[in-house]
């Protein structure tokens, strides 16, 4: 038996760092989203539970065990088992560096999200954005190579960076100008 002192040094030392990546691997692997943290804590306690006989020698590859397993009992007790998710859980050998397979997995995902919101922009938009964030052209040179202002490239960049944002953080990613009415327009003149 192990002590409790130990345990929890053990717990804060190797399965606390393991957190972001075990919430990672058990969001690819289950579809409910609402269930993942209630599972990551079912998977701690199995954890403790089992880690009070003795002491795991490889603590990634035991907690990733555990996961996996705990996924398929869960999947097997709510009788909608998809056997796409045994099947992905069978087939998926984790690689114990997780933290950077996680944060490999993280950067593509979001390099695919931000390359949608940049087609979403406006053709003129989109090349500005391109020419100066993507391909590294000064202000100067991307209005030579589009044949505009460089007060065009600044809106245009401005314009599209924003809407880059808006659809990075889930939003609609559209372009939203400021609208003059009529009336703002009149008050405006002296």
């Known amino acids: 038996m192990v002590d409790d002192a130990a345990l929890?040094?053990?717990?804060?030392?190797?399965?606390?760092?393991?957190?972001?990546?075990?919430?990672?691997?058990?969001?690819?692997?289950?579809r409910v989203a609402e269930d993942v943290f209630e599972l990551r804590q079912d998977i701690y306690?199995?954890?403790?539970?089992?880690?009070?006989?003795?002491?795991p020698v490889n603590t990634r590859a035991y907690m990733y065990t555990l996961a996996r397993n705990h996924l398929i009992n869960q999947a097997k007790r709510s009788r909608i088992v998809s056997f796409e998710i045994i099947a992905d859980l069978d087939h998926e050998?984790?690689?114990?560096?997780?933290?950077?397979?996680?944060?490999?997995?993280?950067?593509?995902d979001e390099?695919?999200?931000?390359i949608a919101g940049i087609d979403?922009?406006?053709?003129?938009?989109?090349?500005?954005?391109?020419?100066?964030?993507?391909?590294?052209?000064?202000?100067q040179e991307a209005a030579e190579a589009l044949g505009v202002s460089t007060e065009t490239i600044r809106q245009q960049l401005k314009h599209g960076m924003k809407a880059l944002i808006d659809h990075m953080v889930g939003g609609s990613g559209?372009?939203?100008?400021?609208?003059?009415?009529?009336?703002?327009?009149q008050e405006m003149q002296p």
């Open 93 to 108: 050998t984790p690689n114990f560096d997780m933290f950077e397979a996680d944060r490999a997995m993280t950067a593509r």
């Open 45 to 55: 306690e199995h954890a403790l539970v089992g880690a009070r006989r003795e002491l």
């Open 111 to 114: 390099l695919r999200h931000a």
């Open 120 to 139: 979403k922009l406006p053709p003129r938009c989109r090349e500005v954005v391109r020419l100066r964030k993507l391909n590294g052209l000064s202000t």
């Open 174 to 185: 559209k372009i939203v100008r400021p609208r003059f009415s009529r009336r703002s327009a």
């Open 8 to 30: 929890n040094a053990w717990f804060k030392r190797e399965v606390l760092p393991l957190e972001r990546a075990l919430t990672a691997y058990v969001r690819r692997n289950w």
